[in-house]
Structures are given as C-alpha cells and as structure tokens.
C-alpha cells in the first residue's frame, strides 16, 4: 500500500535550519505530484509547498517564500522540504501529501495520500 513517512521535525531556535524528508513507498512516485503542509495547535491545515512530477514545476504559500525549498529525488523516492531562518510562527505538525495528477493543487482535500507529519517547533 501507499506510504509516505516524514522524518527531520525537531526543536530549533529562531533562525536555524530544519530539513524535512519524506519517503514514499507503494506508488509510481514519479507520477505523483507532491506537497508539504502543516498545521499549527488551534489553526487550519495550510500548504506550504508543492512541487511537480519533474521538479520544474513549484509553488510555496507566501509565509515560506524566500525561506523554505521544496525537491524531489525520483530515483530515491523522496521529497525534502528545507527549511531556513526559522521562526516560531513556523511551529506546526509537518505533514507530507501526495496526488497522481500533474497539475500542482493547493487545498489538502485534493491529495489522496498523507503522511503521520512531524513535530516542528522554532523556540524564541
């Protein structure tokens, strides 16, 4: 079955790095179009970042833009999320989705599969 399992979530200080990877397994991952998103405690699930079948193709919600960087490694399966200049605002569960379509989208109802995310939290 379908897979995907997050890992990198940690306790940082503001304006540290975090990296994010998430490892798919079960699925033609070349064909899935990938996303990370998060939720914060008290907040609605936002999307962070989307990227294409190919990695051309990318999109970050403007609280990442300039900060954070989305990739994919077809042969390995996975897509990271790199993460610079941490803040506290950025504290969330990390969750990485994926969809077979190639089109990017931007509302979690429409990816098929979700990981169990992973703890960030950016201390102050």
């Known amino acids: 079955q379908v897979q995907l399992v997050e890992s990198g979530g940690a306790l940082v200080q503001a304006g540290n790095s975090l990296r994010l990877s998430c490892a798919a397994s079960g699925l033609a991952f070349s064909m899935y179009q990938m996303g990370w998103f998060r939720q914060a405690p008290g907040k609605e699930r936002e999307i962070v970042a989307a990227?294409?079948?190919?990695?051309?193709?990318?999109y970050y919600a403007d609280s990442a833009k300039g900060r954070f960087t989305i990739s994919r490694d077809n042969a390995k399966t996975t897509v990271t999320l790199q993460m610079n200049s941490l803040k506290p605002e950025d504290t969330a569960v990390y969750y990485c989705?994926?969809?077979?379509?190639?089109?990017?989208?931007?509302?979690?109802?429409?990816?098929?599969?979700w990981g169990q995310g992973t703890q960030v939290t950016v201390s102050s």
């Open positions: 990227i294409g079948w190919t990695g051309n193709n990318v």
């Open positions: 989705a994926g969809r077979r379509a190639y089109e990017l989208a931007y509302v979690g109802a429409d990816y098929n599969y």
